[in-house]
């Protein structure tokens, strides 16, 4: 028998019957929709812990002066003495390690911004234009901080969400002009509202050049370097050239301490990740389920049929030529169930996502491929055995059922 | 039918027990049996008698228990039943007492059937069914399904169908048995017409109308044949 023969009579014994097809159908999309939707829900819970850290800034390694150390008391640091300040030119040797992409020194203070007749109170962060990168920022006006030389700030302002609305109301804030101190600056930019981040909301933050903030606080040391690795591998890699670079410029003492907010990141991805995996093996079940239902209703079709096997035979019908037929039928059903159960799927994590628009609940592509993998396979292991009975039947009883 | 008769079924020594729980039945029982090319044979008896085993013995549904079965000079008990499928398909043709045609599909798709399963070319199958169906006033009926049909032309599709793959004999059993006498007769005819053109025609029956009109009657009893008589033609 041709293959398209073989397609088109299995299409034909498979729709002969309706409600059958129907209802194995169901089954098989039961199981399918049942895989995409809880591991869409457990990718979803995954992926909202991983977002909610990533907002961090991913990849991130953060650089403190001094070294905090359990140990207490120790010859060693009797000899050391006081840790040395984090400066611009650590800030800039950090630039030159390979495992490091991005590198944003930053500097904190409060100081008073007046503009518009108004005075607020604000964490002025002075930092460089990298932050924004690093950060994962996004701006609702302007633009960042300019790239420009490190050690030299221009009088330039970017304003939190909140500060902006507090100082500016509803009047423009975009080219005018903000004092802190005896200082004016030109506001370049106001970034999106996010939330909180590293402890402080953004919102309620302002950036200035660093050399600026400095200047400003009257400072040349650093609050933080936030060095951000090329990739999740790098973070190891980014972590000891940081040390090593630090210890080479601060005379081979290690008086800095670095913090991989990763660690807990791949913590929780592995954990949440795990429960995914959980949830879709639970969800399997009901495909194994779906696949003993096909062998069922295909037992049953086989033993409702077994005249038309039996005229198949009397015409010239080999065994393999049955059985491929059998096979053919509930591979389509299972492909067919599949492919429905996946519609389904994807509409019920759809509406997942209507109820819940923080939960990114989309099913991975490895479960959909494995759920509408699983179930051909079900589908077929679960058909041969009734397609080998078809195939068995001895046409003679076969023919003789009335 | 000038040329000398060719010996198309040789059965010698056929045994066919059948077991029923303790006790074996003999459906067949020392068969010996020879029938030509073009021979149209009535084979009658009462029930039970083999008579229906001794058919699906020949149409390679069945085997023997013992004895041998050749069919064109080639010795079938031996085949695979990947060959024997493949006999089925080239030489041998069905037809039913309750027809025996696939509910879902339409008649021109069941007559197509048999060429479908040996793997003939679509573009030859449309041709042939065209033909056939021309050839059995069943143009007008050719997307019907069984169910829309009258039960002669649903024997009508089934004879088609079983001539289709053009055999070299046709069994039929009980043909006529779920007709009416008037379609029964009109079946019957078309069955000799075929036999007329050469193909052997091998008819299980309990009609004894439909059994006067072969050419060879085989009577049987206890899975034994108890006569063989030949008749002139009709």
């Known amino acids: 028998m041709r293959p398209i023969d073989n397609t088109r009579f299995a299409l034909g014994a498979a729709t002969g019957n309706r409600l059958r097809t129907v209802l194995l159908m169901l089954a098989m999309s039961i199981g399918v929709a049942a895989v995409v939707v809880l591991t869409a829900l457990g990718d979803g819970a995954r992926r909202y812990v991983v977002n909610e850290f990533s907002s961090l800034g991913t990849n991130l390694v953060i650089v403190l002066p001094g070294r905090t150390q359990t140990g207490g008391f120790s010859p060693q640091n009797v000899i050391t003495g006081t840790p040395r300040d984090l400066t611009i030119e650590d800030a800039l040797a950090l630039r030159r390690a390979t495992a490091a992409r991005l590198v944003a020194p930053i500097v904190v203070g409060t100081s008073e911004i007046s503009g518009a007749g108004r005075l607020r109170e604000s964490i002025v962060v002075g930092t460089v234009a990298d932050y924004y990168a690093v950060r994962n920022f996004r701006m609702a006006q302007g633009r960042f901080l300019p790239e420009e030389d490190w050690t030299r700030g221009s009088p330039v302002i970017v304003l939190g969400a909140k500060v902006r609305e507090d100082v500016f109301g509803s009047a423009p804030a975009l080219g005018q002009f903000v004092r802190i101190g005896d200082?004016?600056?030109?506001?370049?930019?106001?970034?999106?509202?996010?939330?909180?981040?590293?402890?402080?909301?953004?919102?309620?933050?302002?950036?200035?050049?660093?050399?600026?903030?400095?200047?400003?606080?009257?400072?040349?040391?650093?609050?933080?370097?936030?060095?951000?690795?090329?990739?999740?591998?790098?973070?190891?890699?980014?972590?000891?050239?940081?040390?090593?670079?630090?210890?080479?410029?601060?005379?081979?003492?290690?008086?800095?301490?670095?913090?991989?907010?990763?660690?807990?990141?791949?913590?929780?991805?592995?954990?949440?990740?795990?429960?995914?995996?959980?949830?879709?093996?639970?969800?399997?079940?009901?495909?194994?389920?779906?696949?003993?239902?096909?062998m069922n209703v295909m037992l049953v079709s086989v033993s409702q049929r077994t005249s038309e096997i039996g005229l198949l035979k009397a015409l010239g019908a080999t065994e393999a030529a049955v059985r491929n037929a059998f096979l053919t039928e509930a591979a389509m059903l299972s492909f067919a169930g599949a492919l429905l159960g996946y519609g389904l799927g994807q509409l019920g994590a759809w509406i997942i996502r209507l109820l819940y628009p923080t939960l990114p609940a989309y099913a991975p592509q490895w479960a959909v491929v494995a759920a509408i993998g699983t179930a051909l396979v079900t589908g077929l292991l679960f058909g041969f055995l009734p397609a080998r009975r078809a195939a068995a039947l001895d046409p003679v009883l076969a023919l003789a059922k009335r | 039918m000038n040329s000398p008769p060719t010996a198309l079924i040789e059965l010698a020594g056929i045994e066919?027990?059948?077991?029923?729980?303790?006790?074996?039945?003999?459906?067949?029982?020392?068969?010996?049996?020879?029938?030509?090319?073009?021979?149209?044979?009535?084979?009658m008896g009462p029930s039970g008698s083999g008579k229906s085993t001794l058919l699906n013995l020949l149409g390679l549904l069945d085997r023997p228990t013992a004895g041998t079965y050749h069919l064109e000079g080639r010795d079938i008990t031996t085949l695979s039943p990947h060959e024997?499928?493949?006999?089925?398909?080239q030489r041998i043709g069905f037809v039913f007492q309750s027809f025996h045609l696939v509910p879902r599909l339409t008649a021109a798709e069941n007559i197509a059937l048999p060429m479908m399963l040996a793997g003939v070319a679509p573009a030859e199958r449309a041709k042939r069914v065209t033909q056939a169906l021309d050839d059995y006033g069943l143009t007008d009926r050719s997307h019907h399904r069984p169910d829309q049909l009258s039960g002669g032309q649903r024997q009508r599709v089934a004879i088609a169908r079983a001539t289709i793959m053009q055999p070299a004999m046709i069994l039929a059993d009980e043909p006529t048995g779920n007709l009416d006498r008037a379609t029964g007769e009109e079946v019957i005819r078309l069955l000799e017409k075929l036999n007329a053109r050469g193909v052997t025609l091998i008819v299980v029956t309990h009609d004894a109308a439909v059994g006067r009109r072969a050419r060879r009657r085989l009577d049987m009893e206890d899975g034994m044949i108890r006569a063989d008589t030949r008749v002139a033609a009709a």
């Open chain 2, 16 to 43: 066919r027990v059948f077991r029923l729980g303790d006790s074996e039945v003999h459906a067949l029982h020392e068969l010996d049996l020879r029938i030509d090319a073009g021979e149209y044979v009535a084979v």
């Open chain 1, 183 to 294: 200082r004016r600056f030109r506001v370049i930019g106001v970034l999106g509202s996010s939330g909180m981040g590293l402890g402080m909301n953004t919102d309620e933050l302002s950036f200035v050049p660093i050399a600026t903030a400095q200047q400003m606080f009257n400072t040349n040391t650093l609050f933080r370097i936030l060095v951000e690795a090329r990739n999740r591998e790098a973070i190891p890699a980014a972590k000891e050239q940081v040390r090593e670079i630090i210890k080479a410029r601060h005379g081979g003492e290690e008086d800095v301490t670095t913090i991989t907010q990763d660690a807990v990141l791949a913590t929780f991805d592995r954990l949440l990740g795990t429960l995914t995996l959980g949830v879709a093996g639970i969800a399997a079940i009901s495909l194994a389920v779906a696949g003993i239902l096909v």
């Open chain 2, 84 to 89: 024997q499928a493949q006999v089925r398909s």
